[in-house]
Protein backbone atom coordinates (compact mmCIF):
# COMPACT_ATOMS: atom_id res chain seq x y z
CA UNK A 1 0.00 0.00 0.00
CA UNK A 2 2.73 2.41 -0.06
CA UNK A 3 3.25 4.32 -2.83
CA UNK A 4 6.68 6.05 -4.18
CA UNK A 5 4.86 9.41 -3.40
CA UNK A 6 4.21 8.59 0.24
CA UNK A 7 8.23 7.20 0.57
CA UNK A 8 9.30 10.46 -0.59
CA UNK A 9 6.67 12.07 1.79
CA UNK A 10 8.80 9.96 4.76
CA UNK A 11 12.28 11.73 4.06
CA UNK A 12 10.94 15.05 5.51
CA UNK A 13 8.35 13.66 7.91
CA UNK A 14 8.62 13.38 11.69
CA UNK A 15 8.26 10.30 12.84
CA UNK A 16 7.59 8.29 15.96
CA UNK A 17 7.71 4.55 16.45
CA UNK A 18 6.91 2.10 19.32
CA UNK A 19 3.30 1.93 21.12
CA UNK A 20 3.40 4.31 24.47
CA UNK A 21 5.07 7.14 22.41
CA UNK A 22 3.18 7.03 19.32
CA UNK A 23 -0.29 6.98 21.93
CA UNK A 24 1.05 10.01 23.36
CA UNK A 25 1.84 11.90 19.97
CA UNK A 26 -1.37 11.10 18.41
CA UNK A 27 -2.91 12.69 21.61
CA UNK A 28 -0.82 15.48 21.03
CA UNK A 29 -1.34 15.92 17.80
CA UNK A 30 -5.31 15.49 18.02
CA UNK A 31 -4.87 18.76 20.52
CA UNK A 32 -2.34 20.70 18.15
CA UNK A 33 -5.21 20.74 15.09
CA UNK A 34 -8.30 20.83 17.53
CA UNK A 35 -9.76 17.18 17.10
CA UNK A 36 -11.63 15.48 19.54
CA UNK A 37 -9.18 12.65 21.21
CA UNK A 38 -11.76 9.97 20.73
CA UNK A 39 -12.23 10.34 17.10
CA UNK A 40 -9.74 8.16 16.00
CA UNK A 41 -9.25 5.37 18.67
CA UNK A 42 -6.70 3.59 17.71
CA UNK A 43 -4.73 0.67 19.11
CA UNK A 44 -1.54 -0.83 19.21
CA UNK A 45 -0.35 1.80 17.45
CA UNK A 46 3.42 0.98 15.50
CA UNK A 47 4.20 3.89 14.06
CA UNK A 48 2.81 7.78 13.18
CA UNK A 49 4.50 10.45 10.96
CA UNK A 50 3.64 14.02 10.18
CA UNK A 51 5.03 16.21 6.85
CA UNK A 52 3.98 19.34 8.76
CA UNK A 53 4.88 20.90 5.44
CA UNK A 54 2.23 19.19 3.09
CA UNK A 55 -0.22 18.17 6.67
CA UNK A 56 0.12 14.73 6.00
CA UNK A 57 -0.34 12.24 8.44
CA UNK A 58 0.19 8.80 8.35
CA UNK A 59 -0.99 6.08 11.52
CA UNK A 60 0.25 2.38 11.66
CA UNK A 61 -1.37 -0.32 13.91
CA UNK A 62 -0.78 -4.09 14.24
CA UNK A 63 -3.38 -4.80 12.55
CA UNK A 64 -7.43 -3.22 11.36
CA UNK A 65 -9.79 -2.24 14.19
CA UNK A 66 -13.41 -2.33 14.14
CA UNK A 67 -15.08 0.03 16.45
CA UNK A 68 -18.78 1.02 17.90
CA UNK A 69 -19.49 4.67 18.89
CA UNK A 70 -22.05 3.91 21.44
CA UNK A 71 -23.76 7.44 21.51
CA UNK A 72 -24.25 7.46 17.53
CA UNK A 73 -25.12 4.19 17.13
CA UNK A 74 -22.35 3.72 14.26
CA UNK A 75 -19.53 1.14 13.82
CA UNK A 76 -16.22 2.41 12.29
CA UNK A 77 -13.46 0.37 10.89
CA UNK A 78 -9.94 1.30 10.94
CA UNK A 79 -7.61 -0.35 8.99
CA UNK A 80 -3.95 -1.09 9.75
CA UNK A 81 -2.79 2.16 8.16
CA UNK A 82 -4.70 5.23 8.27
CA UNK A 83 -3.84 8.46 6.18
CA UNK A 84 -5.08 11.97 5.35
CA UNK A 85 -3.92 15.71 5.23
CA UNK A 86 -4.55 16.98 8.47
CA UNK A 87 -5.48 20.86 9.42
CA UNK A 88 -6.76 22.85 11.88
CA UNK A 89 -10.38 20.75 12.81
CA UNK A 90 -10.11 19.12 9.95
CA UNK A 91 -9.19 15.72 7.97
CA UNK A 92 -9.45 15.26 4.48
CA UNK A 93 -8.40 13.31 2.05
CA UNK A 94 -8.80 10.38 4.57
CA UNK A 95 -7.92 6.28 3.67
CA UNK A 96 -8.25 3.79 5.87
CA UNK A 97 -11.32 4.59 7.61
CA UNK A 98 -14.85 3.01 7.15
CA UNK A 99 -18.50 3.89 8.29
CA UNK A 100 -21.22 1.40 8.33
CA UNK A 101 -24.02 2.74 7.01
CA UNK A 102 -27.52 0.45 6.61
CA UNK A 103 -26.17 -2.33 5.37
CA UNK A 104 -23.19 -0.79 3.65
CA UNK A 105 -19.08 0.07 4.53
CA UNK A 106 -18.33 3.25 3.33
CA UNK A 107 -15.37 5.32 2.69
CA UNK A 108 -15.02 8.19 4.86
CA UNK A 109 -12.95 10.87 2.62
CA UNK A 110 -13.17 13.93 5.37
CA UNK A 111 -13.86 15.01 8.89
CA UNK A 112 -14.76 18.13 10.06
CA UNK A 113 -15.30 19.68 13.27
CA UNK A 114 -17.51 22.56 13.42
CA UNK A 115 -16.11 26.02 14.56
CA UNK A 116 -19.61 27.02 15.43
CA UNK A 117 -22.00 26.90 19.22
CA UNK A 118 -23.52 23.97 16.82
CA UNK A 119 -20.45 21.62 18.35
CA UNK A 120 -21.20 18.79 15.49
CA UNK A 121 -18.43 16.97 13.81
CA UNK A 122 -19.40 16.31 10.48
CA UNK A 123 -18.22 12.98 8.00
CA UNK A 124 -18.11 13.29 4.10
CA UNK A 125 -17.57 10.28 2.05
CA UNK A 126 -16.02 10.01 -1.71
CA UNK A 127 -20.04 9.30 -2.80
CA UNK A 128 -21.13 12.54 -1.48
CA UNK A 129 -22.82 11.64 2.05
CA UNK A 130 -22.20 13.65 4.50
CA UNK A 131 -23.46 13.43 8.24
CA UNK A 132 -23.40 15.19 11.63
CA UNK A 133 -22.82 14.13 15.07
CA UNK A 134 -22.30 16.17 18.36
CA UNK A 135 -18.38 16.15 19.10
CA UNK A 136 -19.40 15.01 22.44
CA UNK A 137 -19.54 11.68 21.26
CA UNK A 138 -16.13 11.49 20.36
CA UNK A 139 -14.57 12.90 23.94
CA UNK A 140 -12.21 11.27 25.86
Not at 25 to 43: K, M, S, V
Request: charged share 25%; with cysteine; hydrophobic share 40%.
Amino acid sequence: MVSQVFESMRESAEICVGEIECQKTAIQLLDEFNIPRGLLPLDNIVEIGLVRSEGFIWIRQKKKKDHYFEQIGRSVSFAAEVTAFIEPRRMKKVTGVKAKELLLWIGVSEMLVDNSNSGNVQFKTHTGISRSFPVSAFLL
